[in-house]
């Protein structure tokens, strides 16, 4: 009796696929990083430019330049809405990915139980063969010897 070759084939690829769930899930990490970095420096442009709106308040400025601080505050304001929303979908993204690795994780431990299970069946298949092979030796040589 030999080994089944299916279940090392099945638990090769059941890693596989945890690798791939892995490398999903570090990049949409990297996507939530990212976001919360454009996120930041957004909210660091617009924080900048309500100080330069109110120090223009403060001296001689047209109403088109008004206009012009305020047209830019509300692109930015809208920027940042949707870089919010980006960034929910990136979190729902990242548990996704973290669901899938854990699905993942669980094939690949039942496909390797598998295989540790297959093998330890051929090991004790193998050890009673031998067992009564000297067994049967044992009883062949007392008879010969009575």
Same mark, same amino acid.
């Given at each position: 009796?030999?080994?089944?070759?299916?279940?090392?084939?099945?638990?090769?690829?059941?890693?596989?696929?945890?690798?791939?769930?892995?490398?999903?899930?570090?990049?949409?990490?990297?996507?939530?990083?990212?976001?919360? !970095?454009?996120?930041?420096? #957004? *909210?660091? +442009?617009?924080?900048?430019?309500?100080?330069?709106?109110? /120090?223009?308040? &403060?001296?001689?400025?047209?109403?088109?330049?008004?206009?012009?601080?305020?047209?830019?505050?509300?692109?930015?304001?809208a920027l940042i809405g949707r870089v919010n929303i980006d960034l929910m979908e990136a979190n729902?993204?990242?548990?996704?990915?973290?669901?899938?690795?854990?699905?993942?994780? !669980?094939?690949?431990?039942? #496909? *390797?139980? +598998?295989?540790?299970?297959?093998?330890?069946?051929?090991? /004790?298949?193998? &050890?009673?063969?031998?067992?009564?092979?000297?067994?049967?030796?044992?009883?062949?040589?007392?008879?010969?010897?009575?």
């Amino acid at each position: 009796m030999k080994p089944r070759a299916a279940w090392p084939v099945l638990a090769k690829k059941a890693q596989e696929k945890c690798d791939e769930a892995q490398a999903e899930l570090k990049a949409a990490k990297d996507r939530v990083a990212h976001l919360m !970095q454009s996120h930041e420096r #957004m *909210e660091i +442009l617009y924080a900048d430019y309500v100080a330069r709106s109110k /120090e223009a308040e &403060r001296r001689l400025h047209s109403m088109s330049e008004t206009l012009n601080f305020r047209g830019f505050m509300q692109q930015l304001q809208a920027l940042i809405g949707r870089v919010n929303i980006d960034l929910m979908e990136a979190n729902h993204a990242v548990e996704v990915a973290r669901l899938a690795l854990k699905r993942a994780e !669980q094939k690949r431990i039942q #496909m *390797e139980t +598998l295989v540790e299970q297959d093998l330890k069946t051929v090991r /004790e298949y193998h &050890r009673k063969r031998e067992q009564k092979e000297m067994d049967a030796a044992g009883i062949t040589l007392y008879n010969l010897k009575h």
